[in-house]
């Protein structure tokens, strides 16, 4: 996933994004993600704004009964590429690159966004059931028999 500078027109052009990034965000959590979408370049003198919404997905681990599914999340994407390369300016929530030409390399960058932007809770799907807390079985696959805990009386009766 690259941006070219020096092929970049001036003003406002759009690039398209398509490339498998490493997450790194440990067990549980997709091992890698796709990423792909078109972003908003705005190459303005002394840098280029990227921006919009890419769409990732990848193979994640389901938090309930722990099954592979394939997750998808939208991934927001707001950056900027500095050609001035002795600066030392922030902006915020905006990622800086800094380099003056030739191809930029945005896979760290988004990267970062996709793994800023990965949901919360992932679940296989809204109804998972899950495992059974007593013996494990995925009671996707129907009733274990396992009897259920009864309620404690004491709490019956509270919002
Ligand atoms: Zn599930
Ligand atoms: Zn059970």
């Given at each position: 996933?690259?941006?070219?500078?020096?092929?970049?027109?001036a003003g406002r052009s759009e690039l398209d994004v398509t490339?498998?990034?490493?997450?790194?965000?440990?067990e549980g959590y997709a091992p890698e993600a796709t990423i792909s979408g078109e972003l908003t370049l705005q190459n303005l003198e002394s840098r280029v704004l990227a921006s919009g919404t890419l769409a990732a997905s990848g193979m994640a681990e389901c938090a309930r009964c722990l099954s592979a599914f394939a997750l998808s999340w939208e991934v927001p994407v707001d950056l900027m590429v500095l050609r001035d390369t002795h600066s030392e300016e922030t902006e915020g929530e905006t990622l800086l690159i800094l380099q003056r030409?030739?191809?930029?390399d945005l896979s760290e960058s988004l990267r970062e966004?996709?793994?800023?932007?990965?949901?919360?809770?992932?679940?296989?799907r809204e109804d998972c059931r899950g495992l059974c807390a007593s013996c494990g079985a995925d009671l996707n696959d129907g009733p274990?028999?396992?009897?259920?805990?009864?309620?404690?009386?004491?709490?019956?009766?509270?919002p």
């Open positions: 996933m690259y941006l070219d500078l020096d092929r970049t027109p490339g498998t990034v490493a997450l790194g965000l440990g030409d030739g191809e930029v966004c996709a793994a800023l932007a990965y949901p919360q809770t992932t679940v296989c274990c028999g396992c009897v259920e805990e009864p309620v404690d009386p004491r709490w019956e009766g509270l």
